[in-house]
């Protein structure tokens, strides 16, 4: 398994690429259970009440997490490109910019 851990503006996001043999959870709307990679992670927007708090450049932000939504792939770029743009797409939501985010991505043992 891949994680793909996103850091902007003081706090981070972390998903899971499950790779080929691996088992990645299922549950409804887990995409077909033969996609070699399938890519799973929080989703989450900025809401001006309620919600959970996080800081922010020093700042509390609340943010509103959906449900993940894992999407599969054929290829291990074509996922690890999906990754990156998601956690970017994240920070963006909550009013980090895209450039300004780090992404780093690390082998795990299952």
Known sequence: MLLVRGRGGG??????IYERGEDAPTF????????PYV???D???????GGSPI???GETVN???????????DTRDQATAAAEEHIRT???????KGDDV?????????
């Open 11 to 16: 706090t981070e996001l972390t998903g899971t």
């Open 28 to 35: 409804r709307g887990a995409p077909n259970e033969d996609a």
């Open 39 to 41: 890519w799973l992670c």
């Open 43 to 49: 989703e989450f927007y900025e809401v001006e009440s």
């Open 55 to 57: 800081e922010l450049d």
């Open 63 to 73: 943010v509103a997490f959906e449900s993940p939504m894992p999407r599969g792939f």
């Open 90 to 96: 994240q920070f963006a939501r909550i009013g980090v």
């Open 102 to 110: 780090e992404i780093e991505i690390t082998k795990e043992q299952p």
